[in-house]
């Protein structure tokens, strides 16, 4: 997707035979011919199978498949560019046309009547197009410019940044803010933490019930032998299930709704996450890495997913259990808790410098995980030039490098942890032996139940203990997690408009498709210089506009301003005399449509890629196709919409630019723009796109074609000249070409149409 002069200085320093890979072998595979004379070696390729090969003159004089392939190329030129000035065309048409003369003679007579049909009619098109122009002052297209100031007066405000373009990712410090548990457990629902409060301390209630049941149970050995009936113990029996019954239940319910109001809360989260970064500006994909943002999409969405929900169940359960225990050894042996006084303070300092350390490493582990995702997915998108270049060790060197990252921040939290556990048993173990220090010394005031109690709950505190710690340090790790969410859902968004801004849109607008550019200038990024400067410009509804230009003079920021990908510095965008800053991002977008450069195909079927709203009848996505010239493509699947398009298919870039196409003409939009959609496909290919432009299914469009090919430049009513990112020059190609000084004609020029 290079202009004619930067693609001729690469070829001439880069490729050719004086270029800086002279001494390499050299593989180019291109569509342009021009080049074919310096190759030592063509191998003409068609429908997968090598046709001819050999070097150019050789192919030339052999009347081959590559000779007609040459001819059929040549008469394209030709029938594209004739214009009145009698100027040879090209110097490579010039000096192949005496070589294949009987191959053009022979292609000329299989044309159908049709293809001179279309010529005529494309010519009489013109001549009434041209006509109608003359009445129209050239002052409506190129709008007097008043003296644009300096670009101070945008940048006023704006700190330019001198630093690279994506930064380090973010690292949060100190403990969670608030905030991000409040927000977690609203997603979660008031109601349903109100439930799993009230069922799990119902079902502690009724544990310790059991256990006071069971305690009471076990003083029966000092009643008399007379009192301990069969009645009696049956009803023991009955009430200890009972109270167990009732227990489970309660456990149950509560595991229940705190399962579902996690699974809730992370539905919520995620769909609030990607509705916000699928809604962020280009900017913020410019400066972010895509394993950046998979990151969150997948380890931080698990761990909301998978490890809050039970241990958040686990620290309220232990909670509970914590302080039944503490109240019933203070009601049976109160002076066992002077010993759990000190030792609390003890788990609490563990806690407070365990929980510091964790959570920092935590998140250097989060940080450290996305660089290892970003380079998974570039291995895997340049896998063909990683192996092409040898370069497989390097990469996978590079891999493991991250993953040793990454893994020190984990082993240090997985040391941590166990620091943590030997401290907490330290602690544990004293406590089980003060209490059984204190039963042996009081068995005479102590009956057998009471002393039990308090070694049996002594022993349970202390695992009580252990896992409340560890749960709650669990839960203010994992909610790190919770904390880059709510990053990400405080991404700015494409600026959308309230209802008393909006403009009342009339009936299927827009329907004509004039486009008009009152003094536009528009940025990338705050701080960067202005792509677009001062643009003032009027399309009438249904011209055919090409718009070139240099690379980077501002003609792909052109077809972004116009989708308000680019919000404007200063000045307007009017489509049918509509101010698009006035229609919302969804409306606008819908009524346009964009065919890229890079051919978007989706895994699913023919029909979901052609209508992807499920808008039309399957004859109507057929009848696309064909419009496209997908006829071939068609009749090899027979026709089938359910086809399954998949990576793996055999489709050249030039059939995923046809079913584009097809998209676009299904999609019926009054305004459609060509992003350098035939900048990578074979010219037969750019052919048809070019027929279709120009067939009657586009006759009343208004299309914008970016083009770095010129090869069908002179059929358009308007090219639109690009320059630095302000408008060269603007008016018919064949007023253009006259103007010797002018930059239409110097790019004519380099691309040797004239």
Excluded at 369 to 376: D, T
Excluded at 562 to 583: A, Q, S, W
Excluded at 597 to 606: C, K, N, R, V, Y
Excluded at 678 to 694: K, N, P
Aim: hydrophobic letters at 40%.
């Amino acid at each position: 997707a290079l202009d004619a002069h930067v693609s001729q200085h690469i070829f001439d320093h880069v490729i050719g035979p004086k270029g800086c890979l002279r001494n390499k072998t050299r593989i180019l595979v291109t569509t342009k011919l021009s080049l074919l004379p310096k190759m030592d070696e063509i191998y003409y390729i068609s429908r997968g199978e090598i046709k001819d090969r050999g070097q150019f003159e050789q192919l030339i004089d052999s009347d081959g498949p590559f000779s007609k392939y040459v001819a059929e190329y040549f008469i394209d030129q030709q029938s594209g560019f004739e214009t009145d000035l009698d100027q040879p065309d090209s110097e490579f048409i010039n000096q192949m046309e005496p070589k294949i003369k009987r191959a053009i003679e022979h292609v000329q007579l299989s044309r159908s009547i049709s293809f001179n049909r279309n010529i005529s009619m494309n010519e009489q098109r013109h001549h009434s197009t041209f006509a109608s122009q003359s009445a129209i002052n050239r002052s409506q297209f190129i709008r007097s410019e008043s003296i644009f100031e300096s670009e101070k007066i945008f940048a006023e405000n704006v700190q330019i940044s001198q630093g690279r373009l994506i930064q380090a990712e973010e690292m949060a410090e100190g403990s969670v803010k608030m905030v991000n548990h409040k927000i977690y457990l609203q997603t979660i629902g008031w109601c349903i933490c109100l439930t799993v409060i009230m069922t799990l301390l119902l079902s502690n209630i009724f544990q310790v019930m059991g256990s006071l049941w069971l305690t009471d149970w076990s003083n029966d050995s000092l009643r008399p032998a007379t009192e301990l009936t069969n009645s009696l113990r049956i009803e023991r029996i009955l009430v200890f299930a009972t109270l167990g019954i009732i227990e489970v239940f309660f456990t149950f319910l509560g595991t229940l709704q705190a399962s579902l109001g996690c699974v809730r809360a992370s539905r919520i989260l995620h769909n609030q996450m990607i509705t916000h970064t699928i809604r962020a500006p280009m900017s913020f994909f410019d400066t972010t890495p895509l394993g950046r943002i998979l990151n969150r999409f997948t380890k931080d969405i698990d761990v909301v997913d998978l490890r809050l929900s039970p241990n958040i169940r686990l620290v309220i359960m232990q909670l509970y259990r914590t302080i039944v225990a503490f109240g019933l050894i203070g009601l049976e042996a109160p002076i066992i808790l002077a010993f759990f006084l000190p030792l609390t303070i003890g788990y609490y300092v563990l806690q407070k410098l365990y929980i510091q350390t964790s959570r920092q490493l935590k998140r250097i582990e989060a940080v450290s995980r996305s660089p290892m995702n970003n380079h998974l997915s570039e291995t895997v998108n340049g896998t063909t030039s990683i192996r092409a270049y040898g370069l497989t060790k390097k990469f996978t060197r590079g891999m493991l490098k991250l993953i040793d990252d990454n893994n020190q921040s984990y082993w240090l939290g997985f040391t941590a942890a166990r620091w943590l556990s030997v401290r907490l048993e330290f602690i544990s173990y004293s406590i089980v032996f003060l209490a059984t220090l204190f039963a042996v010394l009081s068995r005479g005031s102590l009956s057998p139940g009471v002393a039990g109690l308090a070694i049996s709950y002594s022993l349970n505190i202390t695992a009580i203990l252990n896992l409340l710690i560890r749960g709650y340090s669990e839960i203010e790790t994992n909610f790190i997690s919770v904390e880059r969410i709510v990053e990400y859902m405080a991404t700015p968004e494409e600026k959308q408009l309230i209802s008393n801004e909006l403009e009342r849109l009339p009936f299927e607008w827009p329907n004509k498709g004039e486009i008009s550019f009152e003094n536009y200038s528009t940025q990338y990024r705050p701080g960067l210089k202005l792509c677009l400067k001062r643009i003032n410009l009027l399309i009438p509804g249904g011209s055919k506009v090409a718009i070139v230009g240099r690379t980077g003079s501002g003609k792909s920021s052109f077809a972004l301003a116009l989708f308000r990908v680019l919000e404007p510095i200063e000045g307007t965008i009017y489509v049918d005399n509509i101010d698009i800053r006035k229609v919302t991002l969804e409306t606008l977008r819908k009524s346009l449509t964009i065919v890229p450069q890079d051919p978007i195909i989706f895994t699913a079927t023919l029909r979901e890629n052609v209508d992807t709203l499920s808008r039309f009848s399957d004859e109507q996505c057929i009848q696309a196709l064909k419009d496209a010239k997908m006829t071939e493509f068609l009749q090899n699947i027979n026709y089938d919409l359910d086809y399954v398009l998949t990576s793996s298919d055999n489709l050249s870039v030039g059939q995923r630019q046809l079913i584009c196409l097809a998209r676009a003409l299904l999609k019926r939009s009054p305004v459609i723009v060509f992003d350098e959609a035939t900048a990578s496909v074979d010219h037969e290919t750019d052919g048809h796109i070019h027929d279709t432009i120009f067939s009657q299914s586009f006759e009343s469009k208004t299309v914008f074609m970016i083009a770095h090919r010129l090869d069908h430049i002179m059929d358009y009513d308007y090219v639109l000249v690009m320059d630095n990112g302000e408008i060269a020059e603007f008016d018919n190609p064949n007023r253009l070409i006259i103007n010797t000084d002018g930059q239409f004609y110097s790019l004519a020029k380099e691309a040797k149409i004239i």
